[in-house]
């Protein structure tokens, strides 16, 4: 089968079907309607019976939007099975004035399309759609389908599959929710981040005590921790704190003027931290301030300050324990005592990072399949956010491998006003999942007559 004149000649339907798909709202967070969250789950439910999908269920658990459920038999009984990934709702819009067209109109832009949630994630459900009709509904390995409704805010789901392991049994996975280092370049994400977080406090005073009578002496809560922040990084900005994993990166990255444009840096601003990005993005530990109590500068008295505190975000190697990690910045930060005052920890949630097995057949597909897809072989990256579904997916099937990869790419303003995604690695995305089970299905019979 020629995937890639297929690929061309069901665009126009998909792009028509991504475009209806990404007009509704289905915004999952509490404040936002239900009623486009369950029309988005109806919308992917009717695609893919249409395509041919002989089952469509409809998962509903306590605390959260339905899943899209479908599957397809193996061709043959001993043909492997893929999991397919991939999620219906979309982030929130915020600021309507920082978008240069509404976000529920998807809107031409050069080479692709702009609305909320047009790359992240239905990009790549249509992906999985427009892979599924190329191959009329008969997929040359058996299928099953995942499609979430509440992957970006707070899911239930990420717990569910351990609680019933031989519905998601399979060989390998796709998880495609995410994409390319940057267009063009296919790309395998083969780590993800841990995250924690920690709020670190400060008390020295019952109240507020006059600066000029009492400051000199009395020690203020905010300066203290403020001493206690400044000893999380060294000089050049590397993460300072003891017993965070940190390796080198040996995959591709981004260069430092493209993370500089993605990442909005002032130009007479220097990145944090020192050697190649990868090992200060992905193989290695990040700590951000990402929120402080003090007093406001325009409600300041003049006044020494009783009382501050910190919220800390830990992001960590992807081998690294959760909670050793948390630990470690926990350990460092109750080792400080600025001035010989004690801070207060408390820990707060974490989630594992996630490192994939390379080098078994789906990947050797894989690998086969994005250079098909793209006429350029494949870059190994990862990513510093968590999918912490991908965890729930790999305790249930342990032996499954897991590929993520998807229709997305770096520059596509995901979580942003303006995202877009471009429709040529919509169609790339199409015809390399094709060439993954084409190929993927040839390397388990050739596996299974040897
Ligand atoms: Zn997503």
């Given at each position: 089968m020629d995937l890639e004149a297929n690929a061309d000649a069901l665009m126009d339907g998909l792009q028509a079907d991504l475009e209806r798909l990404a007009a509704i709202p289905s915004v999952a967070f509490p404040?936002?309607?239900?009623e486009p969250v369950l029309q988005a789950h109806d919308l992917v439910a009717a695609l893919l019976r249409d395509a041919g999908v002989p089952v469509v269920e409809r998962i509903d658990l306590p605390d959260t939007a339905p899943v899209v459920w479908g599957e397809i038999p193996p061709p043959e009984p001993d043909a492997p099975t893929v999991l397919l990934y991939g999620h219906y709702d979309v982030q929130p819009a915020g600021d309507p004035a920082l978008w240069l067209s509404p976000p529920f109109e998807p809107t031409p832009v050069p080479g692709g399309l702009r609305a909320r949630g047009i790359a992240d994630d239905k990009s790549n459900v249509m992906a999985q759609l427009g892979m599924i009709r190329l191959y009329g509904g008969r997929p040359p390995v058996g299928l099953k389908v995942v499609i979430e409704g509440q992957e970006e805010y707070g899911s239930a789901f990420d717990a569910y599959p351990p609680t019933d392991p031989q519905r998601f049994a399979c060989d390998a996975m796709v998880i495609a929710d995410l994409g390319n280092l940057r267009p063009g370049t296919p790309t395998l994400t083969t780590g993800l981040r841990g995250a924690a977080e920690l709020t670190v406090e400060v008390r020295t005073l019952a109240e507020p005590r006059h600066s000029g009578l009492?400051?000199?002496?009395?020690?203020?809560a905010l300066l203290v921790l403020l001493h206690a922040l400044a000893t999380l990084h060294d000089a050049d900005g590397?993460?300072?704190?003891?017993g965070l994993r940190r390796d080198p990166w040996e995959g591709a990255e981004s260069t430092e003027g493209e993370f500089r444009d993605l990442a909005a840096v002032h130009d007479d601003v220097p990145l944090l931290g020192s050697g190649p990005l990868g090992g200060r993005l992905w193989s290695g530990p990040a700590v951000t301030v990402i929120g402080l109590d003090a007093p406001a500068v325009d409600q300041a008295a003049s006044a020494v300050v009783p009382y501050a505190r910190a919220r800390l975000n830990l992001r960590f190697h992807p081998l690294q324990d959760p909670h050793d990690a948390l630990d470690a910045l926990a350990r460092h930060l109750l080792a400080q005592r600025p001035f010989g005052v004690p801070l207060t920890v408390t820990p707060g949630d974490t989630g594992p990072g996630f490192q994939a097995r390379t080098g078994g057949p789906a990947y050797r597909a894989a690998m086969t399949a994005l250079r098909e897809a793209w006429g350029t072989p494949v870059s190994f990256a990862a990513s510093g956010a968590s999918i912490p579904l991908v965890n729930g997916l790999a305790r249930a099937v342990p032996q499954a491998e897991v590929l993520l990869f998807g229709?997305?790419?770096?520059?596509?303003n995901l979580h942003a006003p303006n995202e877009r995604v471009l429709l040529s690695e919509l169609r790339n995305t199409v015809v390399a999942m094709a060439a993954f089970l084409r190929e993927y299905a040839a390397e388990h019979r050739a596996a299974t007559r040897r």
């Open positions: 404040g936002h309607p239900q009492f400051g000199g002496a009395a020690p203020d590397n993460v300072a704190v003891p229709a997305m790419d770096s520059m596509c």
